[in-house]
């Protein structure tokens, strides 16, 4: 059985940092004005920055990772997936 | 924008990513059968689930930030204000997560031959399973949202 190549598994440490980081950004933006304000002030939106930051950390950090030889398996980036998910939904839960 | 124009770009972010859906369940069915015959449409159906999520990231975004402040006023001015502070924020943050496990997918399906490797099928099977379902949280939470704001209309909210 082969696994997953050495760049593939670099990529998935990034994926699930990247969407942990931007659970983060969720909750520091939200309680945090002028975190908010820096956001915007990057695009004039601050959701689309954030967007932006995702994917170009996504990409520079994969990179890295696969120089650096950092990996990570299916667990972990599946694992970061749902705990991101319930930090959003945990976050404004009290809203609902 | 017209009225005619702002709902042609609001129901194209929506359809656009029921299209990414479709391409998930496309890429799962392909993936579940993956052999030498089939690698071609492996990754065909990857290239329209990062196509497709990428048009409705930009749509999407194109809309919410120019357009969804009219709706938001409404929401917000009605007895509905919980659907903006739960669905409308939970639904545009989880897209994120959405948008970077549909770029990494491409990595599990285009880099491997997932008929010879268990390990990049087994992958590739859970993660798009896991965006499929993340965008049914999407997409039902955009339901909501549309249906709130025709709901505070419906009651006279201006």
Redo the contacts between chains.
């Keep these: 059985m082969k696994g997953l190549d050495k760049t593939t598994l670099a990529f998935g440490l990034s994926a699930a940092v990247v969407m942990l980081l931007n659970s983060l950004m969720v909750i520091l933006k939200e309680s945090y004005h002028p975190f908010f304000e820096f956001l915007t002030s990057l695009s004039g939106n601050h959701w689309a920055s954030q967007g932006v930051i995702d994917v170009v950390l996504f990409f520079v950090l994969g990179v890295v990772f696969s120089k650096w030889h950092l990996k990570a398996g299916l667990g972990v980036v599946v694992g970061s997936a749902v705990v991101s998910f319930c930090l959003i939904i945990g976050y404004f839960a009290p809203f609902f | 924008m017209n009225e005619f124009t702002n709902s042609l770009v609001m129901l194209s972010h929506a359809v656009f990513g029921v299209f990414a859906n479709l391409a998930l369940v496309w890429l799962y069915a392909e993936a579940l059968n993956a052999s030498k015959n089939n690698l071609k449409r492996v990754k065909l159906a990857t290239y329209h689930v990062v196509v497709w999520i990428t048009l409705t ?1 930009v749509v999407g ?1 194109f809309w ?2 120019g357009y969804y402040g009219y709706d938001k006023g409404i929401l917000l001015k009605s007895g509905l204000a ?1 659907i903006h ?2 669905f409308t ?2 639904k ?3 897209f ?2 959405v ?3 549909s ?2 997918l491409p ?2 399906t285009l ?2 031959d997932l008929s ?5 099928k ?2 590739a099977l ?2 798009t399973m ?1 965006v499929g379902l ?1 965008v049914f949280y999407v997409e039902g939470a955009g339901a909501i949202i549309a249906q709130g704001v025709k709901a505070a209309l419906m009651l006279g909210v201006r």
């Design positions: 990231f975004g919410y930030i919980n502070k739960f924020e939970t545009e943050h989880i994120f997560i948008l970077i496990l770029y990494y990595f599990i880099r491997h010879q490797n268990e390990q990049a087994k992958a859970v993660l896991v993340l």
